[in-house]
């Protein structure tokens, strides 16, 4: 596979992902059919699909972790994967998760300022088994900004939350993104998570992108569930997906307004 790390400093104008005939075969079946795609650096993508369309694996050829996928690949050196399963070593403290391999004397701060950052200052001495879901994931989450990653590659993260806690987790991922702008894939089931967080859409069907939606540019931040856009966007995705939006899913079902939760957004403030 041509699959290449463009090494730091990554040029701030090139693209994060390069992507171009990515194609993927298991047995006698192709899941990725030469997909082309192009992030650039700070943009945020989602990428819907049904379940068992190939997102993952494609996911998974953007990492770098598949090595029979074909096709030219130019991504970041600097890339971070999170997954639905926090994947936390249970034998090492919740700092030492976050900081595991981080080179550098001053990993520790580091360390404790993305725990800082993600509400979780309090927990670094912590054992990860103590934690919540939604800790363990926001754990996983400064595992991954303590990188600085150029390009952060998500699949299904919040797949295992409860729905309020997943909205609470968007708001801290739009937060920090807009803090640290990598680029981002988001792999997601979520069509409503999709249209909150993406600057873009991409609907993965038949192993080729079906549908590429530029959401950012008409319809701008925050985006409230109450909005016609919203309606009307969540409509378009779902059709896409071959789901009929029967309105089970209304505005209503989920509030716009959920009770802040406990971050600390500026690290400073919690070392004072
Ligand atoms: N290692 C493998 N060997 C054989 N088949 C595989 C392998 N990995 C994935 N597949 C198949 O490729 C297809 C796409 O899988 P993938 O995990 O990418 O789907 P997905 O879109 O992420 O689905 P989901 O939404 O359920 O997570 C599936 O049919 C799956 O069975
Ligand atoms: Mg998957």
Redesign the pocket.
Known sequence: MATRSVSDPFPAEALAVRARGVT?T??D?T??RGIDLDIRPGEFVALL????????????ALAALDTEVTGEIFVPEQRAVGFQDPRLLPWARVLDNVVLGLPGSDSSARGLQALAEVGLADHARDWPKTLSGGEAQRAALARALVREPALLLL??PFGALDALTRIRMHRLVAELCARHHPAVLL?T?DVDEAVVLADRVLV?TDGVISLDRPIASTFPRPRLRSDPRFAELRSELLAELGVEDDGSLTADSVPDSVPEPELVLDPQESSS
């Open positions: 993927r298991f047995g079946r899941v990725l699909g049904r379940s068992g369309s190939g997102k993952s694996t494609f996911l998974r699949d299904e792999v089931h993965l």
